[in-house]
């Protein structure tokens, strides 16, 4: 692991008793940017050489590290064969774009997903050349990487991301190394607020769009009508928020292995249903919120 910089700054403060006011489109009071994690055929797999195996699948099960397992790898293969275009199905029903948070690996497995998401109006976010931690390379080895998912994108996607997000969080090098790369607008490396901020990186005034994994599909992948409800609780009150005066954005993560089987495909039927029934709010691609407040804020 990388030892070579402290890394940002702790701020515990924000922006307090007095958030911004974005002025979203139609008057919104909650901006909802709907994420795909598309990372199927990046995990941790022996198939590519790690030498263990993911551990994020449909059960929870104590298969040993040093054996191939091809349940948990076949349970990836969901995602990018079926779950992925459900998705891409029930976005277009609904005419609302998403954002994908995709591994450069996984558009190279799959490069069909990248051109339909891409020709659907979607924007791409990268969550690295594949689905690894950051934290466990050298600073030489991750600002490789950072290129190495850029140079790919360009060829899968058609041109580069606009903004970057790590696997659970970033090395404390990531967002220097992101700024130094250059050509991103933004970064999602951290979980703090409900709005985007600017931080300081280098001398240069950066934006942080926050993610979030609260409103995340692994949070009820037994019970769809859990994340349902919670996603709509959350919703509900953030709308409350933005009707006084103090809009918000809200990020829902989504993984096509996990939510794009059909019945918790439902459970997001469900919220977009209701969120577009309630009135009022914005279904934002990632680049449009980052775009917003450079032109409001910036």
């Not at 989504?254 to 577009?276: M, S, V, Y």
Request: glycine share 10%; charged share 25%; net charge negative.
């Amino acid at each position: 692991m990388s030892t070579e910089s402290n890394g940002p700054i702790r701020d515990l403060v924000g922006y307090g008793e007095n958030p911004p006011h974005p002025m979203f489109p139609g008057e919104a009071n909650v901006a909802v940017n709907l994420v795909v994690n598309y990372e199927e055929g990046s995990e941790y797999s022996h198939f590519l050489g790690d030498g263990e195996n993911d551990s994020i699948a449909e059960v929870a099960y104590p298969f040993p590290h040093e054996v191939r397992d091809l349940a948990t790898e076949s349970m990836y293969e969901y995602g990018s064969r079926v779950g992925v275009w459900r998705l891409l199905r029930l976005f277009e029903e609904f005419g609302i774009n998403s954002t994908f948070f995709a591994c450069a690996r996984a558009f190279e497995m799959n490069p069909d997903v990248a051109t339909a998401a891409r020709n659907l109006g979607h924007d791409l976010v990268s969550h690295g050349y594949r689905w690894e931690e950051h934290w466990r390379m050298t600073r030489e080895e991750e600002a490789q990487r950072i290129h190495d998912a850029v140079e790919s994108f360009k060829t899968t996607w058609g041109s580069a991301p606009n903004g970057w997000y790590c696997r659970y969080g970033p090395s404390v090098n990531t967002r220097e190394l992101v700024v130094e790369h250059g050509g991103f607008l933004y970064d999602s490396d951290a979980y703090n607020d409900d709005l985007p901020y600017f931080t300081e990186v280098h001398g240069k005034r950066h934006l942080v769009v926050p993610y979030s994994l609260t409103y995340n599909d692994i949070q009820g992948t037994k019970a769809p009508g859990d994340f349902f409800e919670f996603a709509r609780r959350g919703f509900d009150e953030l709308w409350l928020e933005g009707e006084r005066g103090a809009p918000k954005m809200m990020s829902v993560g989504l993984h096509p292995r996990l939510i794009g089987q059909a019945g918790r495909t439902n459970a997001l039927r469900e919220f977009i249903e209701h969120c577009q029934g309630k009135g009022k709010v914005w279904f934002a691609r990632r680049d449009d919120i980052a775009n917003l407040w450079m032109e409001q804020f910036g």
